[in-house]
């Protein structure tokens, strides 16, 4: 594509962009503005123009700078990559200029120089100083380094042999991240994150009077905004005013001052940078260039969204042009608003306007001109929607298809299953027609696809449309099923049936409202009280139940769950206490006893752990490396310690539950402790009740058939899941990204260090997973489950939730709400896999036996040995 930009001479040499990550506008302005940023409040009342930057989600570092300085939104299929890098490369402000100079940290400056272009300068700091601890101004010193390494280099610069610092077109950009780490740390309205704020303020003040003092020519532009607000409990990437609305100041060459705030789309900054100091406008950007904060005149300005009009036209070209070379004659349909009156035309009409000096008209026409821009280019960017929910939706219902009749084939016994096939009739008309509608459709697939130069991904999903074929090989096994269906309390199972489909529907809408998944619960309750006689201490249990419920039901965003809680973790270090005394008089062998000791001294450990670190993070003197160590041995030892008890089934499952509870307790915040202690306590407990329920059994042979593929184990699958969902949601969390905080690991690491803290983060959402599952175990132990059944059938459960979700995705209004319905729908999409993982870990804290695995060990390095020698 070519790159474009105005002809005229641009308003400014150079521009300084000033960006405090994680700065919101409402910590900025206000009453407070004049002792939080004094220097600011200056520039705002007296010197240029101000007002809102809105973001689009998710609020996170990476794509808050590539909208900044590139002038895109990202494709949500950036959300696999982390923060580390953009999954396309991609033009920005900084390839553009003549020169650039960029200080910060290295994982946003680094962004903008992956071809290592020679005029573009890049200086950052070490990511260990990125410290999270709450020390003392520890967030503040990385505003610091980078005001002090700018001070350095233009103090450096020779004045009378000035090359590339003196050139026009210059940017220097300043990433300043105290503010977020402030954020994460301390929270924003704390007195920390405030003096981060003085800091800055006084930073900016010094580096612009440093330029204007180099210079001296006043035709520097400075620009000052954020790339992401904050929530009040100290984290961001979802959509709330807090985290998508950051301030906006803009002073010096090209601005005139004004006395009303503005409101500008973040994406919009890279095109204004780019006309301010006359360099092309990123190619990729989708920026529209905001015109009344410019001071110039008419002429100017027209010509500066012409060019604005032509780099959109660029990309507008280029998607038309690569689907139509993609596309079948026939079947190609170009977007509908250029066809009376093409493109090209509007072009030579804005051009024309331009040179007849109609310049406020010509401005309109390009403003209209774009808006049909960036609707073609949208337009052309979904051209293969309904295409490929085709293919996926015909897919999962094959394969759903499928998995129902490995289910079948799976209850059923092989002498019944050939009676059946031998002596029901079997409709064959129905069942030819069946199958050549299958292969019929199989076909038409094939055709749309191979018939058209489509992408390589589109030819997988295509793929996954012979799932059909599976399908068809089995039709006599289902035309079969519902043969008997027909014949046996059809009505039961059919209500049964309908009954699935609607907790199944409640689970999906528990994603949106978390409130749904407590009416699963009631449910749960209500059929256990039909069997209330197989619970020793029912209405203990119902306690617990209901205390679970009204946790989870409490809001999720409070400042009880979001901070430190030390009533809740004394109150359920009081409730673990009462629970040890209990459960070791339930053991029969000393050695367990003995291993109980250990795990609840280190739970106890854990909870004094907890507090002092929280302590000493709030009193400002950090993690201190003896609480550190401690926990890192907590978090690496506790596992071990269910591997040295007896096998006896409900022993393991509290040794197993204890030790999971180690680490949780090292990073839970606000009622999380009282919470996990009752859901424990119910997951026991419903692993006791399905234990201890009658397996009733069916003397018809065709009832078997029917009735076993809606038995007790469909309906444990189907509460485990509900129990899962339960533990993710009780807890506060939610289907966004701002619902997780760094601050979880204080414990463990104070530093930046991304993976560690991804991967202990990752650690706290499995641990209540991981304790669903080893009650699972449990059960399909005591009552002889088969493991492969019952895993088709929660696969069958999640499939159905998947097709739901995939009807949730947009690719159309805010980033919040692509962002989170892809996400969902991705999330639903790993939690089997997810489970049979998680799933082997809770059979090796539930079955293997220690003594066992530790003579393995001393075999193995004796024939080792013995080999050597």
């Not at 696999?80 to 994982?107: L, M, Y």
């Not at 406008?281 to 529209?288: H, K, T």
């Amino acid at each position: 594509m070519t790159p474009h930009k105005s002809s005229t001479p641009p308003p400014a040499k150079r521009v300084v962009l000033f960006v405090a990550d994680g700065l919101r506008a409402s910590s900025l302005y206000g009453k407070h503005i004049k002792l939080r940023a004094p220097y600011l409040s200056y520039v705002v009342d007296y010197m240029g123009v101000w007002g809102i930057s809105h973001t689009q989600v998710p609020t996170e570092s990476r794509p808050g700078h590539i909208a900044l300085l590139a002038g895109f939104n990202e494709d949500p299929s950036a959300i696999t990559r982390g923060w580390k890098s953009n999954p396309v490369e991609f033009d920005s402000v900084i390839n553009q200029s003549a020169n650039a100079w960029c200080w910060g940290s290295p994982d946003i400056v680094d962004l903008f120089n992956k071809d290592n272009l020679p005029h573009i300068h890049l200086h950052s700091y070490d990511a260990t100083m990125q410290d999270f601890s709450g020390k003392h101004n520890a967030t503040a010193k990385l505003d610091t380094w980078v005001f002090e390494q700018v001070k350095t280099f233009v103090n450096t610069q020779n004045r009378s042999s000035c090359t590339d610092f003196c050139n026009n077109g210059n940017i220097l950009f300043l990433h300043l991240l105290g503010l977020d780490t402030a954020g994460h740390s301390l929270k924003p309205e704390s007195i920390g994150y405030i003096e981060n704020i003085k800091v800055v303020d006084t930073g900016v003040k010094d580096i612009v009077h440093l330029i204007e003092n180099y210079f001296n020519d006043n035709m520097t532009a400075y620009v000052f905004t954020a790339d992401h607000g904050m929530t009040d409990w100290g984290s961001h990437g979802d959509g709330s005013k807090h985290e998508t609305e950051v301030p906006f100041i803009a002073w010096g060459a090209g601005f005139s001052h004004g006395s009303f705030a503005v409101n500008i789309e973040q994406i919009n900054i890279a095109a204004l940078l780019s006309a301010l100091i006359g360099v092309n406008i990123p190619i990729n950007s989708l920026g529209i260039i905001p015109l009344d904060l410019i001071d110039s005149t008419d002429y100017n300005k027209a010509d500066i969204i012409y060019a604005n009009t032509l780099q959109l036209y660029e990309q507008y070209k280029k998607k038309h042009t690569t689907i139509q070379a993609s596309t079948m004659k026939l079947t190609f349909r170009p977007y509908s608003k250029f066809l009376d009156f093409t493109l090209e035309q509007n072009l030579e009409l804005l051009e024309t306007l331009i040179k007849e000096g109609d310049y406020k008209e010509s401005i309109n026409k390009a403003y209209e001109i774009i808006a049909l821009c960036k609707e073609g280019i949208n337009y052309y960017l979904s051209y293969y929607q309904n295409v490929l929910l085709f293919f996926v939706t015909f897919g999962f219902v094959g394969w759903i298809s499928y998995l129902f009749i490995c289910i079948i084939k799976f209850k059923m016994l092989v002498d019944n299953t050939n009676r059946i096939l031998q002596f029901n009739k079997i409709n064959k008309k129905a069942l030819k027609i069946t199958s050549f509608i299958i292969y019929g459709l199989l076909t038409f697939v094939c055709i749309l696809v191979f018939a058209q130069s489509l992408p390589v991904k589109y030819y997988v999903y295509c793929v996954f449309c012979f799932t059909w074929l599976a399908v068809g090989k089995n039709l006599k096994i289902l035309f079969a099923f519902f043969s008997v269906f027909g014949r046996y309390n059809w009505h039961r199972y059919l209500y049964s049936a309908a009954g699935y489909v609607v907790g199944i529907e409640l689970l999906v809408r528990t994603f949106f409202v978390r409130d749904y998944i407590s009416l699963l619960l009631l449910y749960y309750f209500w059929k256990c009280y039909n069997d209330k006689h197989i619970y020793k201490d029912f209405y203990i249990w119902l306690i617990d139940l209901i205390t679970v419920i009204g946790l989870a039901a409490c809001p999720v965003i409070l400042q009880l769950q979001t901070e430190f809680s030390y009533r809740s973790a004394f109150l359920s270090l009081l409730l673990w206490i009462d629970s040890n005394s209990s459960i070791i008089k339930l053991l029969l062998s000393v050695s367990d006893k003995r291993v109980f000791v250990v795990q609840f001294g280190f739970l106890y450990l854990a909870f004094i752990n907890a507090i002092c670190v929280n302590l000493t993070i709030t009193y400002g003197y950090g993690l201190l490396l003896v609480n550190q160590i401690i926990s890192w041995i907590l978090l690496v030892v506790s596992p071990v310690l269910p591997l040295l008890m007896s096998t006896k089934l409900n022993n393991r499952l509290w040794s197993a539950i204890v030790t999971l509870m180690v680490p949780y307790t090292l990073m839970a915040v606000g009622y999380e402790h009282l919470f996990m202690h009752f859901f424990v306590r119910l997951i026991f407990n419903w692993s006791l009740k399905e234990a201890a329920r009658k397996h009733k059994k069916s003397s018809s042979i065709d009832a078997i058939l029917v009735e076993q593929t809606d038995d007790r184990s469909t309906r444990t699958c189907f509460y485990m899941l509900v129990f899962l969902m339960f533990s993710y949601f009780g807890v506060g969390n939610t289907a966004s990204v701002s619902s997780f905080d760094p601050m979880w690991t204080r414990c463990f690491v104070t530093v930046f260090s991304p993976y560690t803290m991804a991967i202990l983060i990752l650690i706290k959402l499995m641990i209540p997973f991981l304790i669903v599952l080893c009650g699972f175990r449990s059960i399909v132990t005591s009552i002889n489950g088969h493991l492969y059944n019952s895993f088709l059938t929660l696969l069958l459960f999640c499939d159905f939730m998947v097709i739901r979700f995939l009807y949730f995705v947009k690719n159309e209004g805010s980033w919040l709400e692509i962002g989170i319905s892809l996400s969902r729908y991705i999330a639903v999409n790993v939690t089997t896999i997810l489970l049979i993982i998680l799933y082997q870990i809770a059979n090796a804290l539930t079955t293997i036996n220690g003594t066992a695995l530790n003579v393995t060990l001393i075999n193995l390095i004796n024939y080792i040995k013995v080999k050597l020698n």
